[in-house]
């Protein structure tokens, strides 16, 4: 999953997309990358970043969603948004994917739309909301917690209609977590893998190989990878990522390595 951020204040990315043509000479270079899926996002939601509201969101995806009902889209689209009329949108616009990082807890109709529209969705662990989720986040036990919240949210997506099938769970690295929590979620996947929903891995860039290896945000594809890659083997099922070429390609070396022929 590659990722294209239509904002002015992304932690990676921020401002570079907001010109529809760079949005979708974007859209075009993720596909091209190798990506299966573009998560497209109108709201920053790194730590300490303020919420944007529908109509501000709706304004800056508005010149990609026409040109996307216009003109079809090179791969799958995913919504990354947590409000119903954004996610309406979008999959008027063709998106077939809501990823949601309040998993459905933000906007009480966003559930019952996806299930409405047969759309799927990724719902995301997340302790506290953006703007404050990385106050001191602490936990007893943080992965038998995130698992009890992903079991949680994905029975109340069940409860508002949208099939089992249609749901992918994300432990949501970063979001609410200290870089121990990352780690241990990262290095325990497979105790989340059990509840049976494919993951979705969000470790690109992220703030904790600034931690980890003093590393500028522009100097993180190395950490990125390995990670990412560790993630792929402890069983992610998809990688939310900025660099989609080289993703790939560590994805690549993966599967040859262990004999798959990539048609998974
Ligand atoms: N991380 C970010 C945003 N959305 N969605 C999922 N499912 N998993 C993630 O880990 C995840 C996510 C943060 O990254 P980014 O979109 O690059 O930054 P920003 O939120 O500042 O736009």
Not at 27 to 52: F, N
Not at 151 to 164: C, I, K, N, Q
Not at 215 to 224: F, K, Q
Not at 225 to 242: E, T
């Amino acid at each position: 999953m590659g990722v294209l951020n239509v904002t002015p204040d992304s932690f990676s990315d921020g401002g570079d997309f907001l010109d529809p043509q760079a949005a979708l000479a974007r859209l075009g270079e993720i596909a091209a990358g190798g990506a299966v899926i573009c998560d497209i996002g109108a709201e920053s939601t790194r730590p300490g970043s303020e919420p944007v509201g529908a109509a501000e969101e709706l304004r800056r995806l508005r010149p990609v969603l026409d040109e996307l009902t216009r003109g079809g889209a090179p791969l799958a689209i995913s919504i990354d948004t947590a409000k119903a009329s954004v996610a309406a949108a979008a999959i008027g616009a063709g998106a077939v994917l809501v990823n949601d990082v309040t998993a459905g807890r933000g906007d009480p109709d966003l559930l019952p739309l996806v299930a409405d529209r047969g759309a799927a969705v990724c719902l995301v662990h997340m302790r506290g909301e953006p703007r404050t989720m990385q106050a001191h986040p602490r936990y007893g036990d943080v992965v038998g917690e995130v698992r009890e919240f992903l079991e949680e949210r994905l029975a109340a997506a069940v409860a508002a209609g949208v099939p089992e099938e249609r749901v992918l769970l994300d432990p949501g690295i970063g979001f609410g977590k200290r870089l121990q929590d990352n780690l241990t979620l990262l290095r325990e996947l497979p105790e989340l893998a059990a509840i049976g929903r494919p993951l979705v891995v969000g470790v690109s860039r992220k703030s904790m190989f600034g931690e980890l290896l003093g590393r500028a945000v522009g100097e993180r594809l190395a950490g990125s990878l390995a990670a990412g890659l560790l993630a792929v083997d402890a069983g992610a099922a998809v990688l939310r990522v900025h660099d989609v070429p080289e993703t790939a390609d560590a994805i690549g070396v993966w599967r040859a390595v262990r004999g798959d022929d990539g048609e998974e």
